[in-house]
């Protein structure tokens, strides 16, 4: 038995059944670690002695372990975990320890889960293949030389090189689902508002949400499980009755009615992405789903609407790293204003200042109505546009990324190239959905290929279960793995 | 052109910390004084990761604030972030509102010389306070404390309607009083917690236009806000004498020197890139909510003094002044309950108390003593029991150290002298010592009277009736 390529359901059924024990399950993944490491680079803090302890403290203090005691688990380096380091991949946050935890952390400790590490990211969750990292840039377990996809490229990659059994991400404009789509792993972005965004550090906060990434389906509801649910903390996390997501995996979708937005298989996408797209709408099909061609024009206003808002706001949720209180100071400065210039020049990487400044002056008098406002106007009108198709759907199939993981070092000098990478999962936190990305199959040499199914707000069950019901059939974990190919 | 074919124009921005125990975003306390630093949260510290949520208290307080001053209450208002870089605005924005303000559209009335006028108020908004910034504590550097962050702050903005530095002084002194009566604010000026910016623009007389106005901050007391005016609106006719053209700038007003300076010391630029807090949800308030605090507005400083007026028959000037503070007014209807005498208590407040704080420097919300015992020294001065000028005594001690003045009294031996037999004995006394007044007195100096009296009080500290010394200085002297 190989330990570390159980899903977490299934290391829960051999805990039961007393073929396992947390120990061994903990010390399977610090073994994985230590062999799978120096390849992928996942991490920027890897918890092993802190990860032992916590598990005899567990084990102290309860005789016998269920549910998810002692549960090994990966966290984006975005969350703050109290007295562990959270980076999040900057300069800026090299030495920053939290003095407080994420309430999704505080969820993940109240079952007694146990945090492996913190995982690497694009810098501040901005870019879409974790090479913006200041301290490393992680590879795809499929193949060495290509990107993991990002932001959340840490926690993809970890979790499809069985080096921690599931993790979480954020997702601000496609960073869960893209890179799960490219390192051929399941990745959901709930409903904004469905989870607590307190304790994620900010980068857009009308567009951040937090979510799983985990290897399969199930794994996906039972991680939501935990991490969804009002928290006063935020007030623009939603009360709702807590809900049980694996009762939603049903494995069928007869009669359910399937929308393929033609304008996302237009321009741009690869062949082969795209023909196999269409053959997992078929199987959609072929399970008595009825799948319909839809139009989504105004999609393609999108990217660029994202762009504005996500810039805008993260213009000003960057400001408090300022190098006076907890940040990366410069070490030399003259006056105040050089110590914020100076500290923020050195201490930001370069996309995250390109964002700052774009965000800046879409903000600024005399173009906030042409760019901020007008953007505004058009998230309005994306979010009609998804209601009315969610009149007639109940769900709708895209492509998760135009294209299979790209090669390392091909896109990091072309934001703009990269910024079309998100072209298929921007509009989903424009308009505050939930949408779940899931591997359907390899392209020609090898590479994951994604699917992304949108549901309506707070229809994550409609989405699981069909997500689900694909797995079953074609059962994709079965068929393909990682081979850390270089 | 001379100095008075000019007229100043001012308008008012000011600002009033919220009395709730809790800051606007967090639940720290709001205490003022402590140690710097002591109360924060990883919220109000602005550390990474971390969410406001908006104390509910701040919007009714900013909503009885809008309603006292006759606002219309907006049922959909928002909060925005107001976006610049200083060290003691730890998020690198304040979370303020921008255009949907809670109150807009309201005035209050004034009164300078006899004649009323009304003052609009544009608009009310809640936003939070900065930290504070202490320099060179340590040698050097400046330090950061942050208890002050996140305490909650009304922003009232009145018209460009006041025309001398006596409407401006008028009109704060009103706005602080109604504050103060619906209990949403301590209005301490030195301690911050109502602050003033005043700008001020110049025009001929006659002019329907606008000058260019100039701000001032910095003004921590009514006097300097008066002088600072004052030393502006010369300043700006200056300018336009010599021909110059006044800048449209932010003024520091520095009370030693008596003088306005330039402050640009925050941004070069102030754009201040607004846009709507997504960290937050819309404010929508009912009209059962409104109503509802409404109906629990207390009265209001107008209304009280046209209650003394007519139910005490105090004199328009001296129910103006008690009125014009709650805590006077408290004190003054606690002590009426307490000795049944109005007419006494009032004269206690306009002279005596009104001499201390203005000698002390103190504001009537410092007044150490409670009004039961105010109303127990009205009862000991009306039953005798002490004299006018021990009344005076019993009051300084109850500022030093505020106690039953019965307690005072006894302790400190003051308890007036009314025995005939022990007053006699005085007077007699008294009458030896001074052979030349009684010869005085015998050919028609009634001066000299008086001079006896004073001699007498002196030898009894004070304590001796007067009324009785009176009448055996006369009938021994018959």
């Known amino acids: 038995m190989n330990i570390t390529e159980l899903t977490v359901h299934e290391l829960q059924e051999k805990i039961k059944n007393k073929e396992l024990n947390a120990k061994e399950i903990l010390n399977a993944y610090l073994d994985r670690i230590q062999a799978r490491e120096k390849d992928v680079q996942a991490f920027v803090t890897i918890l092993k002695e802190e990860s032992k302890n916590e598990l005899e403290k567990i084990q102290k203090e309860k005789e016998e372990l269920n549910d998810f005691d002692g549960i090994p688990i990966g966290v984006k380096d975005n969350i703050c975990t109290k007295g562990i380091k959270t980076t999040c991949s900057s300069k800026m946050l090299e030495n920053f320890i939290s003095p407080y935890d994420a309430s999704v952390i505080e969820k993940i400790k109240e079952n007694n889960m146990i945090i492996l590490g913190k995982l690497n990211m694009d810098e501040f969750a901005m870019g879409g293949s974790t090479e913006y990292s200041y301290f490393k840039k992680t590879k795809n377990p499929w193949n060495l030389n290509k990107v993991p996809g990002g932001s959340s490229g840490g926690s993809a990659a970890a979790v499809a090189a069985n080096m921690v059994p599931w993790a979480l991400g954020s997702d601000t404009g496609g960073s869960i689902r893209q890179p799960a789509s490219f390192c051929g792993v399941v990745g959901l972005k709930p409903t904004y508002g469905l989870v607590s965004r307190y304790g994620l550090v900010a ?22 499980n935990i991490i969804a649910g009002h928290d006063e903390k935020d007030t623009t996390s939603c009360n709702r009755n807590n809900i049980d997501y694996t009762k939603a995996l049903k494995n069928d979708v007869k009669g359910m009615k399937i929308a393929v937005p033609k ?12 023909s196999k797209l269409e053959e997992a709408a078929k199987i959609y099909e072929e399970l008595g789903a009825t799948v319909e061609e839809i139009s989504l024009d105004i999609a393609k206003y999108s990217l660029a609407t994202y762009y504005i808002i996500a810039c805008a706001e993260a213009s000003s949720n960057l400001g408090r790293f300022d190098g006076i209180r907890y940040t990366y100071r410069t070490k030399e400065f003259k006056n105040l204003k050089e110590l914020y210039r100076k500290s923020r020049s050195e201490g930001f990487g370069a996309e995250v200042k390109r964002r700052i400044i774009l965000g800046t002056y879409v903000l600024s008098s005399g173009y906030y109505d042409a760019y901020y406002k007008k953007a505004q106007k058009v998230r309005t009108l994306v979010m009609n546009q998804f209601k009315e198709v969610f009149n007639k759907y109940d769900l709708i199939l895209t492509p998760t990324s135009p294209t299979v993981a790209f090669d390392i070092g091909s896109k990091s000098n072309n934001p703009l190239e990269m910024y079309l990478a998100d072209i298929c999962t921007v509009s989903v936190n424009i308009a505050g959905l939930p949408a779940i990305s899931i591997p359907i199959n390899v392209d020609s040499q090898g590479m994951p290929i994604g699917m992304q199914l949108i549901g309506n707000k707070f229809c994550e069950e409609t989405i699981l279960n ?6 079953q059939k074609i059962k994709f974990r079965e068929k393909y793995r990682p081979e850390f190919k270089s | 052109m001379a100095r008075e074919d000019y007229e100043a124009v001012m308008g008012l921005e000011v600002h009033s910390e919220l009395s709730t125990k809790t800051k606007i975003f967090c639940s720290c306390p709001t205490k003022f004084g402590a140690e710097p630093n002591t109360q924060t949260c990883p919220i109000c510290m602005a550390m990474p990761g971390t969410l406001p949520v908006l104390n509910e208290k701040v919007v009714e307080y900013a909503v009885k604030a809008g309603l006292a001053t006759n606002c219309k209450i907006s049922r959909d ?9 200083y060290p003691d605005l730890p998020k690198s924005y304040q979370i303020s509102q921008y255009d949907k303000p809670l109150c807009e559209k309201g005035y209050i009335e004034i009164e300078v010389n006899g004649n009323k006028k009304k003052i609009g108020i544009t608009r009310i908004h809640i936003e939070e306070d900065a930290g504070k910034l202490n320099h060179d504590e340590l040698g050097g550097g400046s330090l950061v404390d942050l208890n002050r962050a996140g305490v909650p702050l009304i922003e009232i903005v009145s018209e460009p309607d006041l025309r001398s530095t006596e409407e401006v002084e008028a009109y704060l002194k009103k706005l602080k009083s109604i504050l103060e009566y619906i209990e949403v604010s301590d209005c301490k000026m030195q301690e911050g917690s109502f602050r003033a910016d005043v700008n001020v623009s110049v025009r001929k007389k006659g002019d329907t236009k606008l000058g260019t106005r100039t701000e001032m901050k910095n003004m921590n007391s009514f006097r300097s806000i008066t002088r600072g005016i004052e030393y502006e609106i010369e300043r700006q006719i200056d300018v336009l004498e010599n021909g110059g053209t006044v800048e449209q700038e932010t003024l520091r007003w520095d009370d030693v020197s008596g003088r306005t300076f330039s402050m640009r010391d925050k941004e070069d630029a102030q754009d201040y890139r607004y846009f709507p807090e997504p960290d937050l949800v819309a404010i929508k308030l009912s009209e059962e909510y409104i109503q509802n605090i409404k109906n629990t507005l207390p009265e209001l400083p107008e209304s009280r003094k046209k209650r003394y007026l007519e139910e005490y028959k105090l004199s328009e000037k001296d129910a103006k002044i008690i009125t014009s503070s709650k805590y006077l007014s408290d004190l003054f209807e606690g002590a009426i309950k307490v000795c049944k005498n109005p007419k006494a208590v009032n004269n206690l407040i306009i002279s005596d108390i009104s001499r201390i704080l203005h000698e002390t420097e103190i504001e ?3 007044i150490p003593f409670d009004s039961n015992q105010l109303g127990k020294l009205v009862i000991l001065l009306d039953k005798g029991t002490i004299s006018s000028s021990i009344g005076k005594k019993v009051l300084e001690e109850l500022f030093e150290n505020p106690r039953d003045p019965e307690e005072i009294i006894q302790e400190k031996g003051w308890i007036q002298i009314s025995d005939e037999g022990q007053i006699r004995q005085i007077v007699q006394k008294i009458l030896e010592k001074n052979p030349q007044s009684v010869a005085d007195y015998k050919s028609g100096k009634d001066r000299a009277l008086g001079f006896l009296v004073g001699q ?7 304590k001796a009736n007067p009324q009785l010394l009176n009448k055996m200085f006369l009938e021994e002297m018959k």
Do not use: H, W
């Not at chain 1, 980068?203 to 939501?224: E, H, M, N, W, Y």
């Not at chain 1, 069909?466 to 797995?471: D, G, I, P, Q, R």
């Open chain 1, 203 to 224: 980068f857009a906060s009308s567009l951040d949400q937090i979510g799983p990434i985990t290897k399969d389906v199930r794994d996906c509801a039972l991680l939501l």
């Open chain 2, 364 to 366: 009537p919300i410092e």
């Open chain 2, 456 to 462: 007498a009080m002196k030898e009894t500290k004070g």
């Open chain 1, 466 to 471: 069909a997500a689900y019901t694909y797995e």
């Open chain 2, 77 to 85: 208002s928002k909060n925005d972030r107001k976006n610049y870089f």
């Open chain 1, 263 to 274: 304008e996302f298989f237009a321009e741009g996408i690869n062949q082969e992405v795209k």
